[in-house]
């Protein structure tokens, strides 16, 4: 299933006091924003993210998971008793991170904003098949890492999550040529 983007596209600014065009590097002459359209596709690609929320006494919890981009938002879930869980039911403000561990390539992503509890069972059933066509086998196989996280959302055993940007930021590397792009929704 292809992913949909309904919402509207961000603005893009290049922060120059991290990227290249501060100190330039041979290349990196004409340093501009990244495309919100890039981050998306990386976004609609990554398949491990990090969750960033904050515990009861202002500690932060960060675990790793899955998700998916849908409707212009991240989808995730997670069991009810999960610490991920009791965080968001306290204060949803969140963080979800991707990227890769080069120095000199790839781009990181971190999106900002509020997790919401899907309650709509039409949202529901179009968040578990959107995690069922990305991550294939690892979902529908008995073998699969995560197989029947669709039935254990339908059956309340997990909870799914829609993460709306509310600014998102990209931190790029090409052979040296570095751009930091924030974009506000």
């Avoid at 919100?36 to 500690?59: C, K």
């Avoid at 919890?61 to 998916?68: D, G, K």
């Avoid at 991240?74 to 990227?99: I, V």
């Avoid at 904003?113 to 179009?126: F, L």
Wanted: charged share 20%.
């Amino acid at each position: 299933m292809a992913a949909q983007d309904t919402a509207k596209e961000p603005t893009a600014e290049l922060d120059a006091r991290y990227s290249s065009a501060v100190n330039p590097r041979p290349g990196s002459t004409d340093v501009t924003a990244t495309e919100w359209a890039e981050a998306r596709g990386q976004l609609e690609a990554a398949e491990i993210f990090w969750l960033s929320t904050v515990r009861p006494d202002g500690r932060l919890h960060v675990t790793p998971l899955i998700a998916v981009w849908r409707d212009g938002a991240l989808y995730f879930s997670t069991g009810p008793g999960e610490q991920k869980a009791r965080n968001l039911a306290r204060d949803g403000h969140c963080a979800l991170t991707t990227g890769g561990n080069a120095l000199t390539e790839g781009l990181d992503l971190v999106v900002e904003g509020k997790a919401e509890p899907v309650s709509d069972p039409e949202r529901v059933e179009v968040a578990i098949a959107a995690f069922e066509a990305k991550y294939g086998p690892h979902i529908t196989s008995p073998e699969g890492t995560f197989h029947g996280l669709g039935d254990a959302i339908r059956a309340g055993r997990a909870t799914v999550f829609a993460v709306s940007p509310a600014t998102a930021y990209g931190f790029g590397r090409d052979n040296g040529v570095y751009t930091h792009t924030r974009w506000s929704f």
